[in-house]
């Protein structure tokens, strides 16, 4: 671009006539399609090499860790190290249960929208240690304020396969009567906070909560789950300050899976520094953990939660992963990412690293793992065909029309009394025959 041209007395201008002229940096991604992948610019340190800092130190004595990366699971399948969460195997097969659900559950959810079944479903393939593992580190009723990425967690917490259908389908079963977008559940009874399209909303709300448990002088803690993308959003910040002044109860997960629908992490700065290291410059304890680890993810979020129970504060927590599939049912990820990515990806698979852990220990082994991947698709398959008794999408079985103006105020106030008899009367006139559901 050309230079302002210098007026005639512009000493200042005159001065920097041989500067060079500004320049932005506009990110873009290493590999786009068909591109071949390298990930060796990555730096992967051996599991076991990081130091575990006590759970109550100054958050500034974690710098370190927010420029490694928190490793358990070595490449010969055992654990190593300080972190080693030492799970006795009952625990790790159960952890591998979840992970085989919420595969098995996503599997077929994602068929049903292309059967037509559902308009919108988004699964967590690859990212399912950075939510159970995480989870299970947790008591049962501290209170999750997830992402859309945290089925996992409903899974891992015996939410019932059947309801979470219900809500995908939008159907008369669905508890939530179809006023939220498929797979943005909500359950009070499972400590885990309704799921809100608008990204990053639920990380204030995380702090706010786990400052209220404080105020009452409550022992539960809050944890937030956030993509990396979105902690470009003011809301995200916002957290992070009240976090850090206030010293909430709270651990703030951002799961850096690489995308955020079509764009890549440098967007949201992972160019500059990691997502980890944005917790020091707030004064809040932070974690970069290989996300794809079940034991160091576990181990990581048991020691943010162990800080935070002792009145030692927050902790950003950065899981370090892959997002494997597409976005969602509405995305096609090879429009403008390499498939080589997911393949060439160093940290692997959690599923196969859990598997293999427990099968290195002797306490597993593939048989048993094949029967337990039949079990957890034939459980989902039972809860669908039940779901779809409610109906499904299209099929009209739905909450009936008039319910939607239900719920909000205790007495509907006259100017919406008004807007749903005029609604009702217009559906009427359009559907003289009636239709199921209205
Ligand atoms: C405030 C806001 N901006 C944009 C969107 C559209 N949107 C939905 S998901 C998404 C990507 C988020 O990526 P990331 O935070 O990395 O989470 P991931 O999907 O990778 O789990 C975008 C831009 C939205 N829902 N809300
Ligand atoms: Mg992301």
Redesign the pocket.
């Known amino acids: 671009m050309a230079k302002r041209p210098i007026e005639a007395g512009d000493q200042a201008a005159d001065n920097r006539a041989n500067q060079p002229s500004l320049t932005l940096h506009v990110p873009e991604p290493t590999y786009r399609p068909g591109d071949p992948v390298d990930f060796a610019h990555l730096e992967i340190p051996d599991a076991g090499n990081q130091a575990r800092p006590d759970e109550q130190c100054e958050a500034k004595e974690t710098l370190p860790l927010c420029y490694d990366l928190v490793r358990v699971l070595g490449d010969d399948n055992k654990a190593h190290g300080p972190w080693d969460p030492k799970l006795d195997p009952e625990t790790l097969r159960t952890m591998l249960g979840h992970f085989a659900m919420v595969r098995a559950f996503d599997e077929r959810m994602f068929r049903g929208q292309r059967q037509g079944k559902t308009s919108f479903y988004?699964k967590?393939t690859g990212?399912e240690a950075t939510s159970i593992s995480a989870a299970m580190a947790l008591a049962s009723d501290d209170m999750i304020f997830p992402?859309?990425?945290q089925q996992g967690i409903l899974i891992q917490r015996g939410y019932p396969l059947v309801d979470m259908i219900n809500q995908i389908y939008s159907n008369k079963g669905d508890k939530l009567k179809g006023r939220q977008l498929p797979i943005m559940y909500s359950s009070r009874e499972h400590s885990f906070f309704s799921i809100s399209?608008?990204?990053?909303?639920q990380t204030p709300q995380a702090v706010g909560w786990a400052m209220a448990s404080a105020i009452k002088g409550d022992t539960r803690i809050a944890a937030t789950w956030?993509?990396?993308?979105?902690?470009?959003?003011g809301d995200f910040h916002s957290a992070c300050t009240f976090a850090a002044v206030y010293n909430a109860p709270v651990i703030l997960n951002v799961?850096?899976?690489?995308?955020?629908?079509s764009?890549f992490?440098g967007f949201?700065g992972a160019e500059r520094t990691t997502f980890a290291a944005r917790a020091l410059g707030y004064g809040i304890a932070g974690i970069r953990v290989d996300g794809n680890d079940p034991l160091a993810v576990y181990a990581a979020e048991q020691w943010a939660a162990n800080r935070a129970r002792a009145n030692g504060g927050p902790t950003l927590i950065e899981h370090f992963t892959y997002?494997a599939e597409g976005?969602?049912t509405s995305d096609d990820p090879s429009g403008y990412r390499s498939a080589q990515e997911r393949e060439e990806w160093p940290l692997g698979d959690p599923v196969t690293r859990l598997k293999n852990h427990l099968i290195a220990l002797g306490e597993w082994d593939e048989d048993r793992q094949a029967a337990m991947d039949l079990a957890c698709a034939e459980e989902v398959k039972v809860a669908t065909k039940q779901a779809e008794q409610n109906g499904i999408l299209g099929h009209g079985l739905h909450h009936p029309f008039r319910t939607m103006f239900e719920d909000v105020f205790e007495e509907l106030p006259w100017h919406l009394k008004e807007q749903s008899e005029q609604a009702i009367r217009e559906r009427e006139t359009k559907f003289p025959e009636g239709r199921p559901g209205t």
Request: aromatic letters at 6%; hydrophobic letters at 30%.
């Open positions: 988004m967590c990212e992402s859309y990425r399209g608008n990204l990053a909303t956030v993509g990396e993308g979105s902690t470009a959003e799961v850096n899976n690489q995308w955020a629908i764009s992490s949201a997002r976005h969602s």
